[in-house]
């Protein structure tokens, strides 16, 4: 292979491109801390000379959503054009967006994070960012499917939620996937809680709900669980006697003609952790839809 292959092979988004030393190559550093200098006045907290920066109202640095790298629209400046002084729509003048790994270079920008047709527009594709997520592996209960996962998380009460439905402890490791953010930033707010009491270090990456936040957790669940509507509490049922399921196939089951309907509604039970949504298009029951149904399944659909 030429010398320059590979990266030939690796700017046009091939499977290469997964790597996280290559993907650093075209893009940059992988950005994994919760803040970073701020792109529009370079950290000086001063936008123009002598006045407050507009983007990081003068701190010099901006809060941001880890992992994140630089914007390959405005290449960290933050700025649609150099000395423009027009804010980038594609990072919002921050200079960093953040992403939801694994990623792969966009093949149709070729990392550029601007559209082919104008350079004036940002990829339609990858909005700019000039790379694309790509499927996550996860095992457990659903084999080796992939799922949609929810929006990207990293709160406190993400965090509890996700060590709650994981029965109480975790590693940093299975809870990260959940919430949909990097481990090093899960672990920096595992770390948080557990020095303000909401959680208990049991081990060097793994934490516990302490009581308080255990009951707290029950109490929103039990919240939730009285919100379940009869018609997801079908979905539910169907899911409970079937395994995984079509959003087509719960369709026809309650004589629902509109499939689409029924997609909007399973997509919405996935938010509220009610089921998970699969790469295949299947829908599975979790543990807390589960929860939701009777406990002797007095309550039944017609199917």
């Known amino acids: 292979m030429e010398p320059h292959e590979g990266k030939r092979r690796l700017l046009r988004g091939s499977s290469e491109a997964r790597g996280g030393i290559a993907i650093e190559d075209v893009v940059g550093k992988i950005i994994r801390e919760p803040f970073h200098k701020c792109g529009f006045c370079s950290g000086t907290g001063q936008r123009p000379l002598g006045s407050t920066c507009p983007a990081c109202k003068g701190r010099g640095e901006i809060a941001i959503n880890p992992p994140a790298v630089r914007c ?10 150099p000395r423009s002084m027009i804010t980038c729509l594609a990072c919002k003048d921050k200079g960093i967006v953040s992403i939801v790994e694994p990623i792969e270079v966009c093949s149709q920008c070729n990392g550029s994070g601007r559209s082919s047709a104008s350079h004036a527009l940002a990829c339609g594709r990858c909005k700019g960012k000039g790379v694309v997520s790509i499927g996550r592996r996860m095992g457990g209960d659903v084999g080796e499917e992939s799922r949609f996962l929810r929006s990207p998380g990293g709160s406190e009460r993400d965090v509890a939620e996700a060590i709650y439905q994981l029965g109480g402890e975790a590693a940093v490791a299975e809870i990260a996937p959940r919430i949909r953010v990097s481990s090093s930033y899960t672990e920096y707010v595992c770390k948080s809680m557990a020095s303000t009491g909401y959680l208990e270090r049991l081990g060097r990456t793994m934490y ?19 919100r379940v509507t009869p018609e997801q509490k ?33 997509n919405s039970m996935g938010k509220e952790n009610l089921v998970d949504v699969l790469l295949s298009g299947k829908v ?20």
Not at 284 to 303: C, F, S, Y
Request: charged share 35%.
């Open 208 to 226: 516990a709900l302490t009581p308080e936040c255990e009951r707290a957790m029950e109490r929103k669940e039990v919240s939730d669980l009285e």
């Open 72 to 81: 390959a629209f405005c290449r960290g400046r933050g700025e649609a054009q």
């Open 284 to 303: 599975v029951l979790t543990p807390k839809g589960e929860r939701a149904l009777p406990e002797e399944r007095g309550w039944k659909h017609d199917i």
């Open 234 to 266: 079908a979905i539910l049922n169907i899911l409970s006697h079937s395994g995984d399921t079509t959003p087509k196939e719960i369709a026809d089951k309650m004589s629902i003609k509109d499939v689409r309907y029924v997609t909007k509604l399973c």
